[in-house]
């Protein structure tokens, strides 16, 4: 803030209270990065991106590196964000899991192209072979047919 504003000391030290009360981590501002664990580690990072009021955040791999109930609670945060701040959210995942909570529409690329968009329920109960295979993580069908595993190692 203090880079890409006008805000004084003060302003800026209230701005990130409010941002990390958003979060829910309050009075956490003197805290060093060792003593967060790694859902506090997400959830300073989204205070971080909202601390100049965005109109769009683009999540990468949000609940990556979290054990299921911390990942549960960051969709549950990003959701809570979208509706009180307003922010549209983009989320690049490979965790269906957190897609179909979060999302409103969900894209595939597959080979650098669309292959599907759609609504959470419509991506769901798709018949495109790809699709399925990536949603249900099976290990055989059309991603995987044509590739050497002996020879990845």
Same mark, same amino acid.
């Given at each position: 803030m203090l880079e890409? @504003?006008?805000a004084t000391r003060m302003e800026v030290a209230k701005? +990130?209270?409010e941002c990390l009360a958003l979060? %829910?981590?309050? =009075? $956490? !501002?003197y805290k060093k990065p060792a003593e967060l664990s790694g859902g506090m580690k997400k959830r300073v990072g989204l205070a971080r991106a909202i601390l100049l009021r965005p109109q769009i955040i683009l999540y990468d791999e949000p609940t990556t590196g979290l054990d299921p109930i911390m990942g549960d609670s960051?969709? =549950?945060l990003i959701i809570e964000l979208h509706t009180k701040l307003n922010i549209t959210s983009i989320a690049v995942t490979h965790d269906m899991t957190s897609a179909y909570k979060i999302a409103d529409r969900i894209t595939m690329l597959y080979?650098?192209? $669309? $292959?599907? *968009?759609?609504?959470? =329920?419509q991506i769901k109960n @798709?018949? *495109?072979?790809? +699709?399925?295979? &990536?949603? #249900?993580?099976? %290990? @055989? %069908?059309?991603? #995987? !047919? %044509?590739? *050497? &595993? *002996?020879?990845?190692?």
């Open positions: 890409h @504003t006008n701005r +990130v209270k979060v %829910g981590l309050k =009075d $956490i !501002e960051i969709n =549950d080979n650098g192209k $669309i $292959i599907v *968009d759609g609504k959470p =329920d @798709t018949a *495109d072979p790809i +699709v399925k295979q &990536f949603i #249900t993580g099976a %290990g @055989t %069908g059309p991603i #995987t !047919e %044509g590739i *050497d &595993f *002996d020879h990845l190692i």
